[in-house]
């Protein structure tokens, strides 16, 4: 192993094609195992498993995400194995995400801490119906989008759309009040490499380019489905994304598909905190989540209020952290991530 500018040797790594990553996957108990595919991380293998993290040789932390690739049993020993090799490396914090409520007890066994840091929204397509008042502001928005804006919602090929899809995230990236693609927290759309992703797509009749997109990835052996990208025109009609995910539910509903992930809502407790709570840390979390501040940084209330209208219940998400989860660690989380720009 040799230096990177003095600051931490490079630990031993591994070359794996993506096609191997996105087969491994796909067999995930979880959809978000793609952010293994994203470009820029590297692949630690141990025995029979292997998991992707991005390095920060300079402030020697390592953020794996992803999950555990490869047999459960074996998780607890990757996770040893890689703590011992990234800190034999120079790496003085390493951390998780992300991580489901089944991964926390082969965390711990590893040495790791692992801190709630928001909730996950769910719902099984199979049984999905708008009917009820629990959904009548969601119908609403639908029926506005269908008959006053015309929109129209379908899968599509993303490499027949490549190029309108480009210019649709470019001016998405662009209104965001940060410009870091936060890959690490929600995955880029890997246009020209779908690898088992799905795409659909709202058009409404006056504009050749769509005005809204998705990214579904796979997983539980092939038995759900989660979003990844999704991202809409500064100037897309009202209810267009509504339109667009609930065509996506309905697709996968009519395939038979049982688990639908709208995706992690960063310190949300829409599912209730789990486990010992550090004081400190949860009134951080909620200063950020509820203040004006912490919003302008994300649109942390935002995002999980429009999930909110598809959930049919949501799961706690962790974080995993060595040598502890404090204030500085989920910190050093948030900057890999790009919440702080």
Same mark, same amino acid.
């Given at each position: 192993?040799?230096?990177?500018? +003095? &600051? @931490?040797?490079?630990?031993?790594?591994?070359?794996?094609? =993506? /096609?191997?990553? !996105?087969?491994?996957?796909?067999?995930?108990?979880?959809?978000?195992?793609?952010?293994?595919?994203?470009?820029?991380?590297?692949?630690?293998?141990?025995?029979?498993?292997?998991?992707?993290?991005?390095?920060?040789?300079? +402030? &020697? @932390?390592?953020?794996?995400?992803?999950?555990?690739?490869? =047999? /459960?049993?074996? !998780?607890?020993?990757?996770?040893?194995?890689?703590?011992?090799?990234?800190?034999?490396?120079?790496?003085?914090?390493?951390?998780?995400f992300p991580v489901s409520r089944h991964e926390t007890d082969a965390l711990v066994r590893a040495g790791f801490e692992v801190r709630q840091t928001g909730s996950e929204a769910f719902l099984d397509p199979r049984e999905y119906t708008l009917s009820g008042g629990r959904h009548a502001d969601l119908r609403q928005m639908i029926n506005r989008a269908r008959k006053r804006y015309r929109v129209e919602a379908k899968e599509i090929d993303p490499t027949q759309w490549?190029?309108?899809?480009?210019?649709?995230?470019?001016?998405?990236?662009?209104?965001?009040?940060?410009?870091?693609?936060?890959?690490?927290?929600?995955?880029t759309p890997h246009f020209e490499d779908p690898l088992g992703r799905r795409y659909f797509a709202a058009f409404v009749p006056d504009r050749d380019d769509p005005i809204a997109f998705i990214t579904l990835t796979p997983g539980w052996d092939g038995q759900g489905w989660g979003i990844d990208v999704f991202a809409r025109s500064p100037d897309a009609p009202a209810g267009a994304m509504d339109l667009l995910i609930y065509h996506a539910i309905e697709t996968l509903g009519a395939e038979g598909v049982r688990i639908f992930s709208l995706g992690a809502c960063p310190l949300s407790e829409e599912a209730p905190p789990e486990g010992p709570v550090n004081p400190l840390i949860r009134a951080i979390f909620r200063f950020l989540y509820r203040s004006r501040l912490g919003n302008a940084l994300f649109p942390f209330r935002s995002l999980t209020h429009f999930k909110s209208k598809f959930a049919d219940h949501w799961d706690p998400v962790y974080m995993g952290g060595w040598p502890t989860m404090g204030p500085w660690a989920l910190y050093l989380g948030c900057r890999l991530w790009g919440l702080f720009g």
């Open positions: 192993m040799d230096t990177f500018n +003095g &600051r @931490a040797r490079r630990p031993r790594l591994a070359q794996i094609s =993506p /096609q191997d990553l !996105a087969e491994r996957a796909r067999h995930s108990p979880r959809a978000n195992a793609y952010l293994s595919l994203e470009r820029d991380l590297v692949t630690f293998v141990c025995g029979n498993s292997y998991l992707t993290f991005y390095p920060h040789y300079i +402030g &020697r @932390a390592a953020f794996a995400v992803g999950g555990v690739h490869g =047999p /459960q049993g074996e !998780a607890p020993g990757v996770l040893r194995a890689f703590r011992e090799e990234m800190t034999q490396a120079g790496f003085r914090h390493l951390l998780f490549s190029d309108g899809l480009g210019r649709l995230y470019k001016a998405w990236m662009g209104a965001r009040p940060v410009d870091h693609p936060m890959r690490l927290l929600v995955g």
